[in-house]
């Protein structure tokens, strides 16, 4: 009997807890109707059969004399949503607002979709000052004009003193692309990459939690614009934020039923962000990032896709190769492999 | 100076100070893109100029070549969030997951779209029992089927213990129409109808707060098979949740530029719904419905009209009418006018 389980705050962490939850949930929500992808990043509709010339549309089906008018009509829909409710929400080189928007935007990015729109729910405690609110809404804006994707709907919500720790916002966004790029897209061969050193927002936050002074300041950014340049290049790609490096990549090499070796001596971590972990004692692979992409690169693309990637992302680089078999594994400098897996243990909660 | 103002509940009760929050947030938060609609429930994205045949395919406009192919294309995509923190979570006839799913399918079809699908962002308390969690993803389930609206993407996070109270749902929902029911569409001479009476949803909320036993339930249901039926037939409609009847029908009358005369000898609120309203204190015109609309018809359709809404809600009514000039008043059984204002004083919170 599992009627006096809790939630626990692992339940939400994006490791391996998460996991287990999600999949009891999608057990009681099976429909997906005609959505795809709805395991990955975002979920993925395809309006190609919705678009049919006004006299011709006949209910649930495209009768033949539409198809000619179809033609080439390959837009498909990407759709996602993320909460955030993080301590604290004001932090270096940004706050709840920024990364509301980073996350969102970036969600539909990976997808290898162009963000539409986003919508913006906020909940808001009592008494919270509105100053900080409108510094918010402000950092949002910041996102929305550096991204080109405008706020477009939203609801806000105030809920009494006490019952809520100063703010939630949950972002969710439309994007649209031609050609999804899907977590599970990695062949053997591939090489992977990051678009930069991986972690600092983890850090960053946990430091300002702690009063700890650091150089360090949140990765957000929207990835919008850069995956733009190289997505033709990508067959697989995702941002590492919650349960980190590890979290995301061994999800990918599932998804894709490939091994992954990644390189220690190319590991995508500053020194800083090392040193900080093992001063908090936290395992830099579940490090979150908010600004970043991992991704899978046919070997003969690799060159272009890093000179594309470098010209804005001088840390982009090659972290680490696909082949045949399952399973993640850090390739040590002594040439030993390590397996990387799904975090299993606590979680740091609250930054992202 | 404004630096030291605080949130207040009234800013997120759907009333007067909730519409100036919103008018500041929006004064900041200005570009919309190529949106449409965004001060309506739902906010408006037409899909015409992207579907175009990949080959002609020319970055940000539609070459001369492209058009026979898109000639009567004229889907519109509409999308829109709503978040719910609402006291108790369980409560007669429904419970927060019930309302987080309605909410969002009915601003979607007030709009006149078919809604696609919806994206659940749960932030959940620490220590949050298990299978109240599962019992409200089963309600959530139930209205995805009795919909047909599926849930396709979503996320889950869990804040420590006393950071939130039990469960915040932010449901988000993409939908498509080729013809928008607007906010401002009514026109004099219209008739205004309800699809049901109004205001259970709230009376059921606080009585089950304050232990109060009636036979009343909430009135939450999806209304996009309902709205469907008629929407060839609506000028305008939405759904009055927040702020009720009166902050919904000024709204619409304000966007309209019209004048609207409600009629007292049939307004839509059940005899116990007004005793429970008069005993709590609280003005009927503010209470919250879940599953029901208000529309404008014009007066050539209002008998097809509510022919067909009658053989599925029986309670469907005139309630008023639209004219030249502004406001919107009561008239009263002695023929005297009482004006209809956007709620300025408390609201109640937490109903929706």
Known sequence: MENDERIELDHGGGGYKSWQLLQEVRGILKSRGDWQNCEDDAAVYDLSHLVIPAPDRVEGKAPAACLPARQ????????????FIVDPIFFPGGDIGKIAMCGTINDLSVMGAKPLGISLSIVIEEGFPKKDLLKIIGSINKVS??????????DTKVTPKGKLDKIEITTSGVGITDKIIPNNGINPGDVIITSGDLGEHSVTLLASRFNYKTKLQTDSKPLNKDIEKVKDYL?????????????????????????IILDETTLPYKKEVIA???????DIFSLASEGRFIAAVSPDDKGQALAILRKFNPEAKIIGRAEKGSGVYLKTKLSALRPIEMPKGKLIPRIC
Chains 1, 2 share one sequence.
């Open 276 to 282: 900080v972990s093992e001063l908090l004692g936290i």
């Open 72 to 83: 080439g009509i390959q837009s498909k829909l990407v759709f996602t949503s993320d909460g």
């Open 235 to 259: 067959n697989a790609c995702k941002d590492p934020t919650r349960g980190g490096l590890a979290a995301n990549i061994v999800e990918m090499a599932e998804k894709s039923k490939v091994k």
């Open 145 to 154: 004009e550096e991204s080109g994707v405008p706020v477009v709907t939203g």
